[in-house]
């Protein structure tokens, strides 16, 4: 299955990577907030119990343990393994972009622990959900609540999404935002590894 995130995206996610450390590593505030943060991050990541999954293989349904399952859910409906990897992958995505821009806003520079992972293209279309180029840390009020935020103006916010990424990463993304996905076990499986991957890094 060919990879939908190319090179270029990958540089340009550890070039901004760098950036928010180096910012980070240069002021003692900051990072003593960055660690305490990361350690809360990780802790939220280790808590997951190991899941079994009724999973098809060559056609028989067989049970597997696949992944650590999701925070604990308090719904009384039982939730299907598919959301429940679904959900899954979005509290690695999280996890991911939050330590990416080093639990910074990346619109007001506001350095929170609640700075949230937001969405450039909507998380509806699997292609780009967990594309680490569609989405950055904002804190709440640049994200929902603030008269400019992502949320209340969102043609303000590409707008400027667009200018902060370029012509040439813009336009990838918004194709890669476009294509539609088969969101099966193969998928999912490789969307898993990336994450885990990408957050195994800053272990
Ligand atoms: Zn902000």
Known sequence: MKSLVSQSVIDASDKLRADTMAKVNADPKLRKIYDDTRKEAQANIDRHKKMRLKRK?????????????????????????????????????????????????????????????????????????????????????????????????????????????GDERWEALKVRSMNTVKVNDAFLDETEKRLRKYLARWK
């Not at 650590?68 to 039982?78: E, N, Q």
């Not at 969405?119 to 929902?144: F, Q, V």
């Open 57 to 165: 293989v060559n056609g028989t349904v067989v049970e597997v343990e696949v992944a650590d399952s999701p925070t604990k859910v308090k719904s009384k409906r039982k939730k299907s393994d598919r959301s429940k990897r679904i959900e899954l992958l979005d509290t690695l995505f999280s996890e991911a972009i939050r330590m990416r821009d080093g639990f910074t806003c990346q619109r007001c520079g506001h350095q929170n622990k609640s700075a949230q992972a937001a969405h450039i293209w909507t998380r509806n279309n699997y292609s780009t959900r967990w594309d680490m180029e569609n989405a950055l840390c904002l804190c709440y009020m640049c994200h929902i609540k603030g008269f400019h935020s992502a949320h209340r103006e969102p043609a303000e916010f590409l707008e400027w999404i667009h200018k902060r990424m």
